[in-house]
């Protein structure tokens, strides 16, 4: 189904540079019985209800306009904030996260362990540094970008 995220993707961008808005992700997912066509979209500060149902209603117009339909079963379409655990995805979105507090999966361990969380203080094109508390223990911790399976914000407890 990437072909959907790619067609949104090219018709969802236009409609959020005009409104000076961020395209984070967009997803097509079967979840249960139905499909769902996410729409990820941010602005400094925040995004809000009224913004996401105004690109909602642009993006319906558009995709029901087409001829033939880009998406031929029935979905559900939801237009939303990435959230406070915003996914990690572009290279914009590390440089933006740094010193901030991060939630990192591994494809293959790094001192016996998979997942990590801490403050990221540097990133470059091979590696993350995060900065973490391992059973009291504060330590920087070196991360090669290919082991990254995915990384997101995260709310430190």
């Given at each position: ?49 009224e913004e ?7 993006l319906s ?97």
């Amino acid at each position: 189904m990437s072909s959907v995220v790619e067609t949104v993707t090219q018709i969802v961008s236009p409609i959020v540079d005009a409104h000076q808005f961020e395209l984070v992700n967009v997803e097509f997912v079967k979840e249960g019985d139905g499909w769902y066509l996410r729409v990820y979209i941010d602005k400094p500060g925040g995004i809000t209800i009224e913004e996401c149902a105004m690109v909602s209603d642009e993006l319906s117009e558009k995709l029901d306009a087409m001829d033939p339909d880009p998406i031929p079963q029935a979905y559900f379409l939801e237009i939303s904030s990435p959230g406070a655990e915003r996914p990690l995805l572009k290279e914009k979105d590390y440089q933006n996260s740094i010193n901030k507090y991060v939630h990192v999966s591994l494809y293959q361990q790094i001192k016996g362990e998979k997942v990590f969380e801490g403050y990221l203080l540097s990133v470059s094109d091979a590696e993350l540094t995060l900065k973490i508390n391992q059973k009291g223990r504060i330590s920087n911790l070196v991360i090669p970008r290919e082991k990254i399976a995915k990384a997101r914000l995260a709310i430190k407890f």
